[in-house]
């Protein structure tokens, strides 16, 4: 099997397993709050807890992103996983809502196992094979979000969430240790020293499409991060028992996962053929639309058909501008590129639960679908206006140091 090969199927099941345990563990936060005791501001501790670690892994994205030039992403990844597993291994025995929060922040400024993961595809990958990485590891992510919910929402209800967090820990752990002996960075040449965080900035921000692409990132992230600190409550409130509430939540968690896995790779062919700009304007656009007709369902089973045809629109846009983020750079920027783009994606899922907090604590939890529809429908609009071109902007690169 070609080094490429192997590091993408490795990364695969690694990006699978991170995304299936922080699904165990986070979208239940606001009934573990419940259970610790905290029936007070439930809908601010949520959104606080929610928003913590984006702000710290925005703050420390492209630190880390200069530590990887010099060192390689392989050891950012491996870096990344350890901390994952200490922080839901400590989340296990936590008693109050700040401790939550500390490790919450903790795990924002030293971890980034997908980031890290889609850097070093799309920097190690053959040029005409880059695409179809990304999208695979796009879909690695879908499936783990899948079965995260499913398997976190079965120990909550037959064990507890404190097992969920253990086992998260564990699961962590070992994909951490495959990606230490099978992953192998082939086209890494160390930097002679750490590159200025201000220079990769002005760098980027001198190339269009590129800046383009990075405020995209940052408002699709706040727009869909809106609505998931109050999903969870929303889903008690529909299904009228905080008993099952978990697995509830669990199964309705799934169903846009399960979209992205039936839709993902459809997206991307036809993304091969009709370029990423067109796929990404379908996506939020719609995306945007059926999150609006979510509103009018009442009951468990036609929100959980709204959340399915939602998931098959946006499951679209990340894989889409990834793939713009490649046909916008230069090789040798690629690496810092994703950087950046990973600090607007966290920047953006900071802004989002704050804002979607606020937003159900002031006008009601119905209150932030409205705005996550329309933030989406607006950012389609900011797409259609900037009028990116995967072609185009390939061609119009800036040279990059």
């Known amino acids: 099997m070609p080094?490429?090969?192997?590091?993408?199927l490795v990364l695969w099941i690694g990006c699978?397993?991170?995304?299936?345990?922080?699904?165990?563990?986070?979208?239940?936060?606001?009934?573990?709050?419940?259970q610790i005791g905290q029936t007070e501001h439930v809908e601010m501790w949520s959104g606080l807890l929610y928003s913590s670690a984006f702000f710290a892994g925005a703050l420390s994205a492209p630190f880390w992103?200069?530590?990887?030039?010099?060192?390689?992403?392989?050891?950012?990844?491996v870096r990344a996983g350890f901390v994952l597993f200490f922080v839901y291994g400590l989340m296990a025995f936590v008693?109050?809502?700040?401790?939550?929060?500390?490790?919450?922040i903790l795990q924002g400024l030293l971890s980034g196992f997908i980031p890290g993961s889609i850097a070093l595809i799309g920097t190690n990958t053959p040029e005409n094979k880059v695409?179809?990485?990304?999208?695979?590891?796009?879909?690695?992510?879908?499936?783990?979000?899948?079965?995260?919910?499913?398997?976190?929402?079965?120990i909550a209800r037959v064990m507890s969430n404190r097992v969920a967090f253990g086992s998260a820990g564990v699961m962590i752990f070992f994909v951490t240790l495959l990606v230490m002996f099978l992953v192998n960075e082939e086209k890494f040449v160390p930097a002679k020293q750490r590159s200025s965080i201000l220079s990769s900035m002005k760098d980027a921000m001198g190339n269009r499409p590129l800046r383009n692409v990075l405020m995209l990132t940052l408002l699709t992230s706040l727009s869909v991060m809106?609505?998931?600190?109050?999903?969870?409550?929303?889903?008690?409130?529909?299904?009228?028992?905080?008993?099952?509430?978990?697995?509830?939540?669990?199964?309705?968690?799934?169903?846009?996962g399960v979209a992205a896995i039936l839709f993902a790779a459809r997206w991307g062919k036809w993304a091969d053929r009709?370029?990423?700009?067109?796929?990404?304007?379908?996506?939020?656009?719609?995306?945007?639309l059926w999150t609006l007709a979510q509103l009018p369902m009442?009951?468990?089973?036609?929100?959980?058909?709204?959340?399915?045809?939602?998931?098959?629109?946006?499951c679209a846009v990340f894989p889409a501008l990834n793939g713009l983020v490649v046909r916008s750079t230069t090789e040798d920027f690629r690496g810092r590129a994703f950087g950046l783009n990973q600090t607007a994606n966290q920047a953006g899922s900071m802004l989002g639960p704050m804002v979607g907090g606020a937003v159900s604590g002031a006008a009601g939890i119905h209150s932030v679908f409205w705005a996550t529809g329309l933030l989406l429908l607006v950012t389609a609009a900011v797409a259609y206006r900037l009028r990116l071109d995967s072609g185009n902007s390939q061609e119009s690169t800036a040279s990059m140091p």
């Open 298 to 314: 009442h009951t468990i089973l036609g929100f959980s058909i709204m959340r399915f045809v939602y998931g098959i629109f946006f």
């Open 16 to 34: 699978f397993v991170t995304s299936a345990s922080f699904s165990m563990v986070i979208p239940f936060l606001p009934l573990f709050l419940l």
């Open 3 to 8: 080094v490429w090969k192997r590091n993408l």
């Open 274 to 288: 009709v370029g990423f700009r067109k796929v990404l304007l379908i996506g939020l656009l719609f995306g945007g």
């Open 65 to 77: 992103g200069s530590v990887a030039d010099k060192y390689g992403r392989k050891p950012m990844i």
């Open 226 to 256: 809106t609505i998931e600190p109050v999903l969870t409550l929303y889903i008690v409130q529909l299904g009228g028992s905080e008993k099952n509430a978990s697995l509830l939540a669990g199964i309705v968690f799934s169903i846009s």
């Open 95 to 104: 008693v109050h809502p700040w401790q939550i929060l500390v490790l919450r």
């Open 131 to 154: 695409g179809y990485a990304l999208s695979m590891i796009s879909t690695a992510t879908a499936t783990g979000s899948i079965m995260g919910p499913l398997l976190g929402g079965v």
